[in-house]
């Protein structure tokens, strides 16, 4: 493991790609890593192929450097800046995915069979926070539709259960003292949300593969839905006609429900949801913004909704 190169020089990157690769093995000397070389390796972003979205917004995205330095990802520590720091220990190649549950193609899938049929999208959303704070991110992905119907869901499946990969020798949020969550990470959608055309199922951000900071190699992304829904490194997705269990909600029901859509009108019992800080946007003139219903998306995606109260389903 140690003997792998970190850059081969048959790879054909930009040169801008180049020079910030240096920059991340050069800090990793210095800071004393070059132990672990290899998972460093498989932390690093390299160029994906996709096509454009029309269902991108056209705001301003987040600068990449704060999509990938303000993060939550507590299998690597409870403060924004920890995924940054402590992330790159985390070996994502080779990966697989085990789907099972009620499919009719129940198999462990390697990440790269899975998604190498699949045309790759760019897709910026607007993704909002429960803390209060949103971002605008060009994530790149597959609709998550796409590989559901693959595996051929069967006629009573009502939900899909997903899962974080548990590895506390790679994971330092998981081996502490203090585990601020159960693990693994646990998330779920109804059936008709997984098949809604806005969902999908990220490989990358800004135009390279995801970062582990970001839920490599793969992680949700449901954009009318606050962000701790959108869970990162899935190594499990499971077909059910139960609700499945969900992380926040196990660890504070009374705060967070299975459904947890944006919605301005239901405020989070300590705070208000209202208005949001668009990440990037700093000064002292900055006003917050309103928040939008199911965070703008509602044209889409209210119907899915038709007759339920959501203040009781919050
Ligand atoms: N496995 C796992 N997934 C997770 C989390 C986590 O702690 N563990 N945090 C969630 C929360 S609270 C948010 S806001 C988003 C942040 O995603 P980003 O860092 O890519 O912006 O990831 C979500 N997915
Ligand atoms: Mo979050």
């Known amino acids: 493991m140690a003997d792998r190169p970190v850059i081969t020089s048959s790879e054909l990157t930009p040169r801008s790609l180049y020079l910030r690769r240096r920059e991340f093995v050069a800090g990793a000397v210095s800071a004393g890593l070059i132990g672990t070389m290899a998972p460093l390796a498989s932390a690093l972003a390299a160029p994906l192929q996709f096509v454009k979205s029309p269902l991108s917004t056209s705001e301003p995205p987040t600068p990449r450097k704060d999509v990938t330095t303000y993060n939550n990802f507590y299998e690597f520590g409870a403060d924004k800046g920890d995924p940054a720091q402590n992330a790159h220990t985390l070996t994502t190649k080779p990966w697989t995915v085990k789907i099972d549950g009620l499919v009719g193609k129940p198999a462990d899938y390697d990440l790269d069979d899975l998604i190498k049929d699949a045309a790759l999208e760019e897709r910026i959303y607007r993704m909002r926070c429960v803390e209060g704070w949103s971002m605008v991110i060009p994530w790149v992905g597959v609709p998550l539709a796409d590989i559901l119907k693959r595996v051929e869901p069967q006629g009573s499946a009502k939900y899909v259960a997903f899962e974080t990969l548990v590895r506390p020798k790679e994971m330092p949020g998981q081996r502490g003292l203090f585990q601020p969550l159960p693990w693994p990470y646990v998330e779920g959608l109804r059936l008709d949300e997984a098949m809604h055309p806005l969902t999908i199922l990220a490989v990358g951000l800004y135009g390279e593969t995801l970062l582990n900071q970001n ?20 190594v499990r997705i499971r077909l059910t006609e139960e609700q499945p269990p969900v992380s926040w909600n196990l660890q504070n029901p009374r705060e967070y429900g299975f459904y947890s859509n944006v919605n301005p009108k239901v405020d989070h019992p300590r705070w208000s949801q209202a208005t949001e800080r668009r990440i990037g946007e700093s000064g002292l003139f900055v006003k917050r913004r309103e928040t939008l219903m199911f965070n703008g998306y509602g044209d889409q995606v209210a119907s899915l909704y038709a007759g339920m109260d959501l203040k009781a389903n919050y």
Not at 217 to 226: A, D, E, G, T
């Open 215 to 234: 839920g490599a190699p793969i992680r949700l992304v449901v954009p009318w839905k606050y962000g701790f829904k959108s869970i990162k490194s899935i």
